[in-house]
Structures are given as structure tokens and as C-alpha cells.
């Protein structure tokens, strides 16, 4: 086969795709985050910023959350939380987060995916105001 002719198929198999699809975007090195507004339980004093975004790569979605506030914030393992963006696929088995803080450049620990309830609990992080940032992946 010529050289045109693999260039032929390949613009064939890009026309043939779902311009929705994560693969299709891949290709064409289009960044497919959309933005999200967490919520979920902390220790928050003072004025909070919370801003998230989200991506769907298959059957998964990925997110990341910067949250910050004016006075501090603090979680509690086990108890403080973030809800997951979209739900979980309450048949799989968890998926993985971490936490880092921004501001001093250290990981604060390994978040838990609850499927069953759609949440991701925090590490424990003593009152503070710097800026962290949660990255997690789950199945939808």
C-alpha cells in the first residue's frame, strides 16, 4: 500500500469516529475538562474556594479539586469528605485520590473512594491555610 493510501484510511477512521468520544479528542489533542463546583464536609473557617474539573477517559472519571479557604481549612480521616462529581458505578470496587498541598509542595495522604456513597474521604490535615488539591480517578 502507498503511502497516500494509509493517509486515505487513516482520515477514514478519524471521519468514522464520535467527535464526542474521549478517542476522537485524543487524536486531535483536544483537553476535554469540563469544570465542576465541589462540595462535600470540612472544617472550614473563614471564606472557602473550592474549584474542580472533571474529564471522562472511557468508562472512568477523572477529577481534580483546589480548595482553599481565608482562615483554614482541616479534614478528619474517615469523616470529612468531598461528593464525587458524577456517580460511581456502584458495582465496581473503589477507585484512588490523593491529596497534596499546594503551598508547601508535600503530599498530605490517600483518599478513600466510597462507591456506595459516592463521596471521597479526605486524609487527616490540621487547620490550615494553604491551598490543596485532591486528583482522583473512579468507574462510571
Known sequence: MSNLGIIQDAEKFVEAMDPASFSYNDL?????????????????VGTATYTGRLRLVGRKC???????????????AGTSYLTLPIPPNVGSISGMAIMTNNTSNIAVGICHIDVATGRCYLPTQLASNNTFTIFGDFEI
Open 62 to 76: 477523572e477529577f481534580q479539586v483546589q480548595l482553599s479557604a481565608s482562615t483554614s481549612v482541616a479534614s478528619v
Open 28 to 44: 486531535l489533542g483536544k483537553d476535554r475538562w469540563v469544570s465542576f463546583t465541589p462540595s462535600g464536609s470540612l472544617t472550614i
